[in-house]
């Protein structure tokens, strides 16, 4: 979770959102489309409990990426080497969305920056499953108390209204600190959302109106 609330001075400010509106102008968003004979009634996409590490501080980016990338690429890879490297950070250590979108690129895995806005809540819902469906993670951008958040879903079941993630802001394990507690036992992540628990988080996600709905659909 990002620990530090964001307070930029006006100057500051105006810069941030006339960047942030030419990166979104520049990059752009694709149009989502809905094809619910792909949607299956469950989906898991493998991620096992020794790879939920927790967060440092302000690095739930880059442990968000290094996430995708393990259960992709069925590698391990050092969560704490990718917040280093990871750029597009805000002088309070936040790490834009861009910086996510450059990380997965700069490690092989293809993005899907859908605009979700246009859709209604049951919709996302559909996509989302669509997406997991086809074995894709998705990582999204939401709120936590005040604060802004990644985390990863890597699998649902429809009967249940239930997605599963990887939060790395989740409680820590009681034997080993690096670690979160694995809520999800045989499932992916370690906790399990409702549906209506993940919008929640999801709608009060973004800045200043900017990044509201916001997803990375992974692939490769």
């Not at 990718?82 to 834009?96: M, S």
């Not at 628990?197 to 900017?210: A, P, S, T, V």
Request: hydrophobic letters at 40%; aromatic letters at 10%.
């Amino acid at each position: 979770m990002e620990k530090t609330k964001l307070i930029l001075k006006p100057r500051i400010l105006v810069i941030f959102v006339i960047i942030t509106v030419l990166v979104l102008y520049i990059t752009g968003t694709t149009t989502p489309t809905i094809d619910r004979g792909q949607i299956k009634s469950s989906s898991l996409i493998s991620y096992q409990t020794e790879f939920n590490y927790r967060q440092t501080a302000n690095d739930c980016g880059p442990f968000n990426v290094a996430a995708v990338v393990r259960a992709l690429k069925n590698k391990g890879v050092d969560s704490n080497q990718f917040a280093n490297e990871i750029k597009w950070r805000l002088p309070n250590e936040y790490t834009l969305p861009r910086g996510l979108k450059k990380q997965l690129k700069q490690n092989k895995i293809t993005v899907e920056i859908p605009n979700l806005k246009v859709l209604s809540d049951e919709d996302k819902i559909h996509l989302l499953r669509q997406q997991l469906s086809q074995g894709k993670p998705i990582i999204i951008l939401g709120e936590i108390n005040g604060y802004e958040h990644y985390i990863t879903i890597f699998g649902f079941d429809a009967s249940k209204n239930e997605f599963y993630v990887y939060d790395s802001a989740h409680d820590a394990d009681d034997a080993i600190l690096e670690l979160t507690k694995d809520d999800n036992s045989s499932l992916p992540g370690n906790k399990t959302l409702l549906t209506i628990e993940l919008l929640d988080f999801w709608r009060n996600g973004g800045m200043y109106g900017i990044y509201n709905w916001y997803a990375i659909i992974a692939s490769i």
